[in-house]
């Protein structure tokens, strides 16, 4: 009898392995985020640790794709919006925290 073998690794493995990887990872990223924001705005805790596990994470992620020059202009246009939206609306909440 002929019995197929499954080859260990293929492209396909290898893309289905990093889809998963970077599911995992955005999933653990934004529950730290959530987790983040319950324990400051809930029971008026300082997460600063759980943040920058998530700022250091996704600066890894940046370098290592910088370093393999995957990076595109888009990619670089849509990283300056986000963080230009995230500083306008930081800069919002602290007027309105620091009015109260």
């Known amino acids: 009898m002929n019995?197929?073998?499954m080859p260990e690794r293929d492209e396909r493995t290898t893309a289905v392995e990093n889809a998963s990887l970077s599911f995992g990872y955005?999933?653990?990223?934004?529950?730290?985020?959530?987790?983040?924001?319950?324990?400051?705005?809930r029971l008026q805790e300082s997460?600063?640790?759980?943040?920058?596990?998530?700022?250091g994470a996704g600066l890894a992620v940046t370098v290592y794709q910088s370093r393999y020059r995957i990076i595109?202009?888009?990619?670089?246009?849509?990283?300056?919006?986000?963080?230009?939206?995230?500083?306008?609306?930081?800069?919002?909440?602290?007027?309105?925290?620091?009015?109260?």
């Open 3 to 5: 019995e197929y073998k």
């Open 47 to 55: 997460c600063w640790d759980l943040l920058g596990i998530v700022i």
């Open 72 to 100: 595109t202009r888009g990619w670089i246009r849509a990283a300056v919006l986000t963080a230009a939206a995230a500083a306008a609306v930081g800069a919002v909440l602290a007027l309105v925290m620091l009015g109260r």
């Open 26 to 41: 955005k999933l653990i990223s934004f529950a730290i985020l959530l987790d983040v924001m319950y324990r400051s705005l």
